[in-house]
């Protein structure tokens, strides 16, 4: 078992003296003007990183409609242009450039047309693992979740239906633990039964916490330290034989360290 976080946790100094591996959040790393990469910035990020010992996952450009998201990085892959697969692509690119284990992808929006909007998704996502076949790596679609209007691929069958649809050996899923626990409504039963559904297509695993119910903050995904809101963590033990990373996306170094704690002993670790 790999434990990591999101770069928006700490600096890499403090990421490396708790865990293993660490997730660049690229809409979030500053290194877009005008959606423009601006390499001189990544360069020197990525030279701040080469001096500790940490594995990688990357976290593409997705789509978000609130203050803080960058608006020059939004990307639906339900309704992708010529900006929308370059943004892509460049985190395609550095992912293949660090070795990275997995790069996450947020499924795309829906209208009026459900079925239309997630055909739209799945045509463009083969042209993005086509891309990320001829650069060696690998995407891991991610399930969203319920409470919030509008989104794609919150219960894990149409998730699994999308990466079916795609039928790549590069495109398998994210697990979400915190967005499947809104999904699920914080029912337990049901986040076991979500877990078991998407773990044979599991290539990286996303953990913090929450109520379970919608908020008007964040429509309930709160991103708690694990263990500080209502999930069942033991739901993780549905996937299996799955060795890859668990990447902790919360905001502080300390809730890093309480949430690695509650991980393994989910695991039974400690």
């Given at each position: 078992m790999i434990l990591g976080a999101s770069s928006f946790a700490g600096n890499f100094s403090q990421i490396a003296s708790e865990l293993q591996s660490v997730e660049l959040y690229m809409p979030k790393l500053g290194?877009?003007?005008?959606?423009?990469?601006?390499?001189?910035?990544?360069?020197?990020?990525?030279?701040?990183?080469?001096?500790?010992?940490?594995?990688?996952?990357?976290?593409?450009?997705?789509f978000a409609d609130v203050p803080t998201y960058p608006k020059d990085v939004v990307v639906d892959t339900a309704d992708m242009g010529d900006r929308e697969f370059r943004l892509i692509r460049e985190s395609i690119e550095l992912a293949s450039r660090l070795g990275s284990r997995a790069i996450v992808l947020h499924p795309g929006r829906f209208d009026h047309d459900h079925q239309a909007c997630f055909n739209k998704m799945v045509i463009n996502l083969k042209v993005l693992a086509d891309y990320a076949e001829d650069c060696g790596v690998l995407l891991g679609?991610?399930?969203?979740?319920?409470?919030?209007?509008?989104?794609?691929?919150?219960?894990?069958?149409?998730?699994?239906?999308?990466?079916?649809?795609?039928?790549?050996?590069?495109?398998?899923?994210?697990?979400?633990?915190?967005?499947?626990?809104?999904?699920?409504?914080?029912?337990?039963?049901?986040?076991?039964?979500?877990?078991?559904?998407?773990?044979?297509y599991v290539v990286h695993v996303h953990v913090h916490d929450n109520g379970g119910v919608?908020?008007?903050?964040?429509?309930?995904?709160?991103?708690?330290?694990?263990?500080?809101?209502?999930?069942?963590?033991?739901?993780?033990?549905?996937?299996?034989?799955?060795?890859?990373?668990?990447?902790?996306?919360?905001?502080?170094?300390?809730?890093?360290?309480?949430?690695?704690?509650?991980?393994?002993?989910a695991l039974s670790m400690v």
């Open positions: 290194v877009y003007e005008n959606s423009i990469l601006q390499q001189d910035i990544l360069e020197s990020i990525l030279d701040e990183l080469s001096a500790f010992d940490l594995q990688t996952s990357l976290h593409a450009p997705y679609l991610e399930n969203k979740e319920g409470t919030s209007t509008g989104n794609m691929c919150c219960n894990a069958e149409e998730l699994v239906r999308a990466v079916e649809e795609v039928n790549s050996d590069n495109l398998g899923a994210t697990f979400d633990i915190g967005h499947a626990n809104l999904t699920c409504g914080g029912d337990r039963t049901k986040l076991h039964e979500f877990a078991k559904t998407l773990a044979p919608w908020t008007s903050n964040y429509d309930g995904d709160e991103h708690l330290a694990p263990g500080a809101g209502t999930i069942d963590y033991s739901a993780l033990k549905e996937l299996g034989g799955y060795k890859g990373i668990y990447n902790m996306e919360v905001f502080s170094i300390e809730d890093v360290r309480s949430g690695k704690e509650t991980i393994k002993k």
